[in-house]
């Protein structure tokens, strides 16, 4: 139980990549602060699944997409986890794509473009930047992005461009957090068997494809990023910050 007495915020973890994350810290001793949108019966599902094991979590809906969503989000996580400072991992992510190419650089709206804007990148400022007389001293902050974000992904073009965004305020918090003793890195999965890559996945032969780009052979499944993070979570980690963790099964891009 090396997270023992720790807390933690996880955004977006009703599914896919953030409910692993959820699950990961839990099991390793951590509350944990469940953060959703919409999917509320998947969120409480997950809680109910951790306090059964005799794990602690809680589930809280919020938009992170707008200030007021964040703040309704800090103020109901400050309610369970006390006055501040009361947080120890902050992870960060939640995030949106377009259904197949719909946020390439041909065909984005400017509707879905503003909403990778705030959900992808806005959001990880704000919630860092409200974060942090919450964060104790040797907090972690993990950034999840995207393998896209140091690649020339056209029929991704705008959601690619958000990540690129993270990588850089990565490296930022990093300097701003660094002499309290905590670490700031981001963790950028491969392709994942989630329902982001849901139109991805119908069409015949993607999975086969991109499975044969990485030296593992496969798509990457949520535990996967979830391992990513406990590594960058682990006291062990205390020394590695501002860097870019690819989690992809080696995927070549
Ligand atoms: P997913 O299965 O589509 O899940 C997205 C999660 O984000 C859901 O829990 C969703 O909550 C939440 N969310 C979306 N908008 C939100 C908002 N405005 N406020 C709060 N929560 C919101 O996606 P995923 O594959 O797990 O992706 C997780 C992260 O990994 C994202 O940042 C994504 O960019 C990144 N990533 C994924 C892949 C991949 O191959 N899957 C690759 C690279 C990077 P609700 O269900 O409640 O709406």
Redesign the pocket.
């Known amino acids: 139980m090396e997270l023992s007495g720790k807390t933690a915020l996880v955004?977006?973890?009703?599914?896919?990549?953030?409910a692993a994350i959820v699950r990961r810290l839990a099991e390793a001793g951590a509350h944990v602060a469940v953060?959703?949108?919409?999917?509320r019966d998947?969120a409480e599902a997950l809680v109910a699944k951790i306090e059964s094991a005799g794990g602690k979590a809680f589930a809280v809906q919020?938009?992170?997409?707008t200030l007021g969503g964040i703040r309704s989000m800090l103020d109901a996580c400050d309610a369970v986890f006390g006055g501040a400072p009361n947080l120890d991992i902050l992870v960060n992510?939640?995030?949106?794509?377009g259904e197949g190419d719909t946020g390439s650089l041909t065909k984005c709206s400017e509707e879905l473009f503003d909403r990778m804007i705030a959900?992808?990148q806005k959001a990880p400022h704000f919630i860092t930047q409200y974060c942090l007389p919450r964060l104790r001293d040797g907090g972690r902050i993990v950034n999840?992005g995207?393998?896209g974000g140091r690649s020339a992904l056209p029929p991704f073009a705008a959601y690619a461009a958000t990540k690129r965004a993270l990588q850089s305020l990565t490296m930022s918090t990093a300097v701003v957090v660094g002499p309290r003793g905590i670490t700031c890195n981001l963790v950028a999965?491969?392709?994942?068997d989630?329902?982001?890559?849901k139109t991805l996945a119908e069409k015949p032969g993607w999975a086969e494809a991109t499975s044969k780009l990485t030296p593992m052979k496969r798509l990457g499944v949520?535990q996967d990023i979830a391992g990513a993070v406990m590594m960058l979570c682990r006291d062990e980690a205390q020394w590695v910050t501002g860097q870019i963790v690819e989690a992809s099964g080696g995927l070549f891009l």
Request: aromatic share 6%; no cysteine.
């Open positions: 955004t977006g973890a009703s599914r896919g990549i953030g953060n959703y949108a919409g999917s998947a919020a938009d992170v997409g992510n939640a995030g949106v794509g959900v992808n999840i995207s393998l999965p491969g392709a994942v989630t329902e982001f890559n949520p």
